[in-house]
């Protein structure tokens, strides 16, 4: 299982960016698919996720109404929308899977990404 992000960079406050993660091989509907990021000394914090089979989203209340997860089953990509953007959502955003639900938003998955750099200036 390998996880490709892509789609960070710098943007201004109140900006957009758009983040997205390729998945290799296949991906069974009990998957589960999630967004975690971490800020310069600060621990992992668990973004989104969403359930890959039927498509159930779920956020942090950091991020709730400003990013949306979404994701492309026939192209095995998943997205994270994200408007609004704040200086505190500066941090490298990783994607992550797993099939355990507890495990994507306790930012304990089993496979992650390489990460990719968000940087909201003030």
């Known amino acids: 299982v390998q996880l490709q992000a892509s789609g960070g960079g710098l943007v201004q406050a109140g900006g957009s960016l758009r983040l997205s993660c390729a998945a290799s091989?296949?991906?069974?509907?009990?998957?589960?698919m999630g967004w975690v990021r971490q800020a310069p000394g600060k621990e992992r914090e668990w973004v989104a996720a969403?359930?890959?089979?039927?498509?159930?989203?779920y956020y942090a209340d950091s991020v709730k109404g400003r990013f949306t997860i979404s994701r492309v089953t026939a192209e095995n990509t998943v997205s994270l929308q994200m408007n609004s953007l704040k200086p505190e959502d500066t941090a490298i955003y990783y994607c992550?899977?797993?099939?355990?639900?507890?495990?994507?938003?306790?930012?304990?998955?089993?496979?992650w990404g390489q990460g990719t750099q968000v940087t909201v200036s003030s």
């Open positions: 992550t899977r797993d099939v355990d639900w507890h495990k994507v938003v306790a930012a304990k998955a089993d496979y």
């Open positions: 091989g296949r991906i069974y509907s009990s998957a589960v």
């Open positions: 969403i359930r890959w089979g039927v498509g159930s989203t």
